[in-house]
Nanobody, 127 residues
Framework: QVQVVESGGGLVQAGGSLRLSCKIS????????MGWFRQAPGKEREGVSC????????YYADSVKGRFTSSRDNAKNTLYLQMNSLKPEDTAMYYC????????????????????WGQGTRVTVSS
């Protein structure tokens, strides 16, 4: 049984930082590219980043490029998202998921290619 557990969210002032973690069990973590997604109230889920299985390449949405950094520790089956210079528009529920189709990212992560969604972790950025 695959389990996905996101953590690290919280309330932070604009300009602040948070580090999200995503622990996955029940699958061979290093076989998959991994994505971060977010969903704000009333909006569709948005792909934030994707990282290759071996971290050789990462993709970022334009809205977070230069502020967010994705990394992974395959030995710990854990994915990270370092978020700096946070803005109120970053407020959302954040999710991670494995790309069920590929080990290497293929541009913008499409949520339909990803599976095993966790409960997410909430990030709120106050102005």
């Amino acid at each position: 049984q695959v389990q996905v557990v996101e953590s690290g969210g919280g309330l932070v002032q604009a300009g602040g930082s948070l580090r999200l973690s995503c622990k996955i069990s029940g699958l061979t973590f290093e076989h998959y590219a991994m994505g971060w997604f977010r969903q704000a109230p009333g909006k569709e889920r948005e792909g934030v980043s994707c990282i290759d299985w071996n971290a050789s390449n990462t993709y970022y949405a334009d809205s977070v490029k230069g502020r967010f950094t994705s990394s992974r520790d395959n030995a710990k089956n854990t994915l990270y998202l370092q978020m700096n210079s946070l803005k109120p528009e970053d407020t959302a529920m954040y999710y991670c998921a494995p790309d069920l189709l590929r080990a290497y990212c293929s541009g913008a992560p499409q949520s339909t290619d990803f599976g095993y969604w966790g409960q997410g972790t909430r990030v709120t950025v106050s102005s």
